[in-house]
């Protein structure tokens, strides 16, 4: 056991004015299990690029082990996958090698195939298996669960669990919760680390917020009773200072002096109770400082004039002479919540673009209702760049309202001035989303929208497609997603 000590750690961008860090604090023991979490544009991948000394920033990291980074950076990726194994970590022992091979479920042959010719999920195990070779190393694992299908989640979770000494930055409730023992979180206002999973930590989390907004409702209560009592106090002192020049109900002269001091006590006393009331607002100020703005979202589906929007029946897709998948049969009905399930490759998102009315080669029936109006997240942000108003502009959306979303999912308004292609990828897919929401549709087809956003934009999608209830065909591999929004699984 050694630790990983961080003192008054600061850093900001080239260019920025604001600091990702500030003063940041804390220990890592080199054997946990460690979660890493936050929302997107936190700082959590600069974090660990700040552990590999990436970037100059002041303060202080001290660590006696070194750090190694998942995902590697493949340069070539048309060479064997031995070979790449071989640039990663050139005095391995295979032994070894197969030794983790075996806990992922690859098979020895992918060594010797072009590493581009593995799937994405292969290739990811592959590269965890290389990371897991490496000794006497602290592991800093970047979001390994986006080119996962739901049972290779489930398998990495497992192996996980086996090991020690990582940060694991993932989004994925269930996949933290089986493989982690402590999770380090960058809140709005500090960085935090707790003991246990990420449900506890969660938990705890609902917890302090729920106790910081009943203190924050007394709190303003008391200010409110605090500013009447002012008011009153202030409109009093002010009417005795009045009666100086006048005469008592007897007819006889005042005591100007005595009058003077009186107003002069009230006076005071006014202005004791308004610096109360001040200090009152700044204590408040204090609270509520990693409450997460979470408001809701709004959806505005289309009725369509018939109950059934698509129907299926034994369809097959292929890609020239390749079956991708067979036999598919589902129909989606109004207020359905579809989840399309199955493992990487097996042909969920080529049934997605078959019902978008992209040109796919199939076999069987498709029945797709007339004017049915579609709004459609697509896997790839690739496309993104330029400014987000053009983009509302181009897509033919309500810019405030696009922006409006994009705000409580986390967007700070200094973000709406850059490039979309400096976002990082969560953003990114927050943008698709936002634009999916402005669209009026009768159905809504979400390929994998979740990878790379946060957790807490991820409970406030459940909420609202739970609250409004819209008719959504989806393929996500999140399993707590997929189990708490849909209503029926078709799994391909």
């Known amino acids: 056991m050694s630790l990983i000590n961080v003192t008054n750690l600061t850093f900001a961008y080239d260019g920025s004015y604001d600091n990702i860090f500030e003063n940041v604090s804390f220990q890592i023991d080199t054997d946990w299990k460690l979660g890493f979490t936050g929302r997107n544009g936190r700082g959590k991948t600069t974090f660990l690029k700040l552990l590999l000394g990436n970037y100059e920033y002041s303060g202080k990291i001290s660590a006696s082990v070194s750090f190694e980074y998942f995902p590697f950076k493949v340069k070539n990726k048309e060479i064997n996958t031995l070979d790449v194994i071989n640039d990663i970590f050139p005095d391995y022992l295979h032994w070894k090698l197969m030794r983790e091979f075996s806990l992922l479920e690859v098979s020895e042959e992918v060594l010797y195939r072009p590493f581009a010719s593995l799937s994405l999920g292969e290739q990811t195990k592959v590269l965890l298996a290389a990371l897991f070779l490496k000794e006497n190393s602290f592991l800093l694992i970047d979001e390994p669960t986006n080119h996962l299908d739901m049972t290779a989640r489930k398998l990495v979770s497992e192996y996980l669990k086996t090991k020690s000494g990582f940060i694991l930055v993932s989004h994925d409730r269930a996949f933290l919760d089986n493989c982690v023992d402590h999770i380090l979180s960058i ?57 100086k020049n006048g005469t008592t109900n007897s007819g006889s002269k005042l005591d100007k002096g005595y009058v003077g001091h009186k107003a002069a006590k009230m006076m005071k006393r006014s202005k004791s ?212 929004i849909s209503t029926k699984i078709v799994n391909i």
Not at 226 to 234: E, G, H, I, P, V
Not at 360 to 368: A, D, S
Request: hydrophobic share 35%; glycine share 4%; aromatic share 8%.
């Open 273 to 484: 109770i308004e610096s109360r009331q001040q200090s009152a607002i700044a204590e408040k100020s204090k609270l509520l400082k990693n409450i997460e703005e979470a408001d809701s979202l709004k959806i505005s589906q289309l009725a369509y004039h018939k109950n059934q929007l698509v129907e299926l029946e034994a369809v097959s897709v292929s890609y020239g002479k390749t079956m991708i998948c067979n036999d598919i049969s589902f129909t989606i009905e109004q207020g359905d919540r579809i989840a399309l399930i199955g493992k990487n490759g097996s042909g969920k998102s080529s049934i997605l673009k078959l019902i978008c009315g992209e040109a796919i080669n199939y076999t069987g029936t498709f029945r797709k209702g007339s004017q049915l109006k579609i709004s459609f997240v697509s896997q790839d942000t690739s496309q993104l760049q330029g400014n987000l108003t053009d983009y509302a502009k181009d897509n033919a959306i309500d810019e405030s309202l696009f922006k409006s979303i994009l705000r409580k999912l986390a967007f700070s308004r200094i973000q709406f001035e850059k490039d979309m292609s400096t976002f990082s990828g969560g953003q990114k897919k927050k943008v698709l989303i936002a634009k999916s929401l402005c669209e009026q549709a009768h159905l809504y087809i979400w390929d994998e929208p979740l990878n790379f956003i946060d957790v807490i934009s991820r409970i406030q999608i459940e909420e609202l497609l739970l609250e409004y209830q819209p008719t959504i065909l989806f393929v996500e591999h999140d399993k707590t997603f997929s189990g708490n």
């Open 187 to 243: 809140n709005k206002a500090d960085i935090e680390i707790q003991k246990g999973n990420f449900s506890s930590w969660w938990n705890n989390k609902k917890r302090q917020d729920s106790f910081e907004l009943a203190e924050n409702e007394k709190l303003k209560k008391d200010i409110n009773r605090l500013s009447n009592s002012a008011k009153r106090t202030n409109n009093w002192s002010q009417e005795v200072e009045k009666t």
